[in-house]
């Protein structure tokens, strides 16, 4: 089955490769995103960001993709510790959780348990991302202690199926979100996630002596990816996800996750933050962050990052987003493709008349001069 | 009625869904399909126990937690990819039907084991076929995937053959 008629996926991938061409031009107009992997000069913006460029490698005789080593600060070893979690926080989140995981099944035993949490209740920094598979939402979210003591907030989100669109310059489906929370709503959110991220939950039946026992099955459209890192003062880590189509089998993992990722919403700024359609520095280096959360990932859920790095990817991610040429999911070579021409500012997707070449042609050229030997 | 589905695929209409003004997921629609088992008595036999004849599985759209966008009512394409995520549910609950009915075990707690695997293995099931119907049809934005999945999915349904 998938791709049993070839001609027929081409047909539709030059449709959606034309429209993420004019996509990637759309964005190198408005984030004056230069090549930097191929050795040009940042732009003005990024020129005057704290943020150092990234290090571009040594490009090899001729190619025209590189990555560059990442100026991310290195992910922290996960902690060990058990620090203590608040008795009444438990008690609200043990009956919610049980009731949420035990869903339609009436018959479902469901123990709650929180044996501490990997990191105190000193907040210093949330990462975050959450992809909607089914064309919906992908984002990710930064909450940084800056040195006044209040948190910075950082958000860059894609409405993924207006990227089947023609590109609408004054309704760009990007946006970068950005604002300021005070430190005791982000703290108070913290301790929610950091409470509901330590929960363990088992479920089971017990069949009666001689009986026989089968719950239910509840199983939905709806796919969704949600990765958090929560790190304190002191600089330990936790780090908890989910990934998956929305069901019953799996609401032990889900649901801790879901109550922190909303907790996590409750510390974003108001409506009034500012909302921009251009990347900064710093944009770019929170979804390099957010791509070392987690491990490998399904396809909606790297479409979705894909989607998000077409308007704020970074030479440190040329390695990685070039595995993704290897995906047998077209949806994702096409992401790529325009993620990869995005980055280096290498567009191979046209012919020289400016029509778009096949895509599986144009997937060659980038694995060719992208990946690594 | 051993096996029972409710409503029929292709009587779902969005007119039963919840509807929506707007969605934080950016979705325009989501499908809540129910597996339920019920019946399930302990019957021995010759050759050790089974599951009895009382035993059936229903498979229902959950309207009241399935829902879609208002903007969206009228959008028959859309429609027609979320109903056939239900039909798959309605294949992959037959299939499960057929497998438990025909169970039988020396000792109990051996059928109670394969009770629980084939459970495991219908949600996973779903899980896979549905991840493959979305990764080719692009999630319902690749026409001619679409339509090759509808006419799939549809002869499973007829024939009551699940091949995947």
């Given at each position: 089955?998938g791709?049993?008629?070839?001609?027929?996926?081409?047909?539709?991938?030059a449709?959606?490769l034309?429209?993420?061409t004019?996509?990637?031009?759309f964005?190198?107009?408005c984030?004056?995103l230069?090549?930097?992997a191929?050795?040009?000069?940042?732009?003005?913006?990024?020129?005057?960001s704290?943020?150092?460029?990234?290090?571009?490698?040594k490009?090899?005789?001729?190619?025209?993709?590189?990555g560059a080593?990442?100026?991310?600060?290195?992910?922290?070893?996960?902690?060990?510790?058990?620090?203590?979690?608040?008795?009444?926080?438990r008690?609200?989140?043990?009956p919610?959780?049980?009731?949420?995981?035990?869903?339609d099944?009436?018959q479902?035993?469901v123990?709650?348990?929180?044996?501490?949490?990997?990191?105190t209740?000193?907040?210093a920094?949330?990462?975050?991302?959450?992809?909607?598979g089914?064309?919906?939402?992908?984002?990710v979210?930064?909450?940084?202690?800056?040195?006044?003591?209040?948190?910075?907030?950082?958000?860059?989100r894609?409405?993924?199926r207006?990227l089947?669109?023609r590109?609408?310059?004054t309704h760009?489906?990007?946006?970068?979100?950005?604002?300021?929370?005070?430190?005791?709503?982000v703290?108070?959110?913290?301790?929610?996630?950091?409470?509901?991220?330590?929960?363990?939950?088992?479920?089971?039946?017990?069949?009666?002596?001689g009986q026989?026992?089968?719950g239910?099955?509840?199983?939905?459209?709806?796919?969704?990816?949600?990765?958090?890192?929560?790190?304190?003062?002191?600089?330990?880590?936790v780090e908890?996800?989910?990934?998956?189509?929305v069901?019953s089998?799996?609401?032990?993992?889900?649901?801790?996750?879901?109550?922190a990722?909303?907790?996590?919403?409750e510390?974003w700024p108001?409506?009034?933050?500012?909302?921009?359609?251009d990347?900064?520095?710093?944009?770019?280096?929170?979804?390099?962050?957010?791509?070392?959360?987690?491990?490998?990932r399904?396809f909606?859920?790297?479409?979705?990052?894909?989607a998000?790095?077409?308007?704020a990817g970074?030479?440190?991610?040329v390695g990685?987003?070039?595995?993704?040429l290897?995906?047998d999911?077209?949806?994702?070579?096409?992401l790529?493709?325009?993620?990869l021409?995005?980055?280096?500012?290498?567009?191979?997707?046209?012919d020289a008349s400016?029509?778009?070449r096949?895509?599986?042609?144009?997937?060659?050229?980038?694995?060719?001069e992208?990946?690594?030997? | 009625?051993?096996f029972?589905?409710?409503?029929?695929?292709?009587?779902?209409?969005?007119?039963?869904?919840?509807?929506r003004?707007?969605?934080?997921?950016k979705?325009?629609?989501?499908?809540?399909s129910?597996?339920?088992?019920?019946?399930?008595a302990?019957?021995?036999r010759?050759?050790?126990?089974?599951?009895?004849?009382?035993?059936?599985v229903t498979?229902?759209?959950?309207?009241?937690q399935s829902?879609?966008?208002?903007a969206?009512?009228?959008?028959?394409?859309?429609?027609d990819?979320?109903?056939?995520?239900?039909?798959?549910a309605?294949?992959?609950?037959?299939?499960?039907?057929?497998?438990?009915?025909?169970?039988?075990?020396?000792?109990?707690?051996?059928?109670?084991?394969?009770?629980?695997?084939?459970?495991?293995?219908?949600d996973?099931?779903?899980?896979?076929?549905?991840?493959?119907y979305?990764?080719?049809?692009?999630?319902?934005t690749?026409?001619?995937?679409?339509?090759?999945?509808?006419?799939r999915?549809?002869?499973?349904?007829?024939s009551?053959?699940l091949?995947?």
């Amino acid at each position: 089955m998938g791709h049993s008629d070839p001609r027929l996926v081409r047909e539709q991938d030059a449709d959606i490769l034309t429209t993420l061409t004019e996509m990637v031009a759309f964005s190198h107009r408005c984030l004056l995103l230069t090549c930097l992997a191929c050795g040009g000069s940042g732009s003005a913006r990024e020129a005057e960001s704290p943020i150092k460029a990234p290090v571009v490698t040594k490009p090899a005789a001729g190619r025209r993709c590189v990555g560059a080593r990442s100026t991310a600060p290195p992910p922290t070893a996960r902690t060990t510790g058990c620090a203590p979690l608040s008795e009444a926080l438990r008690s609200e989140l043990t009956p919610l959780f049980a009731r949420e995981t035990k869903g339609d099944d009436g018959q479902l035993r469901v123990t709650v348990a929180f044996p501490c949490s990997g990191v105190t209740p000193a907040p210093a920094e949330i990462t975050g991302a959450q992809v909607f598979g089914h064309g919906g939402l992908a984002s990710v979210v930064g909450l940084e202690r800056a040195a006044d003591g209040d948190f910075r907030f950082r958000m860059i989100r894609v409405e993924q199926r207006l990227l089947g669109e023609r590109v609408d310059e004054t309704h760009p489906p990007f946006e970068f979100v950005r604002g300021s929370v005070p430190a005791g709503r982000v703290a108070r959110a913290f301790e929610r996630m950091r409470t509901g991220l330590a929960a363990r939950i088992t479920a089971q039946h017990d069949p009666p002596p001689g009986q026989l026992e089968l719950g239910p099955i509840a199983v939905s459209s709806a796919s969704i990816m949600i990765e958090l890192r929560l790190r304190d003062a002191g600089g330990a880590v936790v780090e908890r996800g989910y990934m998956g189509y929305v069901g019953s089998a799996d609401a032990a993992e889900r649901v801790p996750v879901e109550h922190a990722w909303q907790a996590f919403t409750e510390a974003w700024p108001e409506e009034d933050s500012k909302v921009s359609h251009d990347a900064e520095p710093e944009d770019r280096l929170l979804l390099e962050s957010v791509w070392s959360l987690g491990g490998e990932r399904d396809f909606y859920a790297e479409d979705g990052l894909l989607a998000l790095a077409i308007a704020a990817g970074s030479p440190p991610l040329v390695g990685p987003i070039s595995r993704d040429l290897y995906s047998d999911v077209s949806s994702t070579r096409t992401l790529a493709v325009a993620a990869l021409a995005t980055i280096t500012g290498w567009d191979a997707r046209l012919d020289a008349s400016g029509k778009p070449r096949p895509l599986q042609d144009v997937v060659a050229d980038y694995k060719r001069e992208c990946s690594t030997p | 009625m051993p096996f029972q589905i409710s409503p029929a695929p292709e009587l779902v209409a969005f007119d039963i869904y919840t509807k929506r003004d707007s969605a934080p997921s950016k979705d325009w629609a989501y499908t809540k399909s129910n597996i339920t088992p019920s019946g399930v008595a302990p019957l021995t036999r010759p050759g050790g126990v089974s599951v009895a004849s009382t035993f059936t599985v229903t498979v229902s759209l959950n309207r009241a937690q399935s829902w879609v966008l208002k903007a969206h009512l009228n959008d028959t394409k859309l429609l027609d990819h979320e109903r056939l995520h239900h039909m798959i549910a309605c294949c992959v609950g037959l299939k499960f039907y057929n497998e438990v009915s025909a169970l039988v075990k020396p000792k109990l707690a051996a059928l109670q084991t394969e009770l629980t695997r084939a459970k495991a293995e219908a949600d996973n099931l779903f899980k896979a076929i549905t991840r493959k119907y979305d990764a080719d049809t692009g999630s319902n934005t690749i026409a001619s995937q679409q339509a090759a999945w509808a006419t799939r999915i549809r002869g499973w349904y007829a024939s009551k053959t699940l091949t995947f």
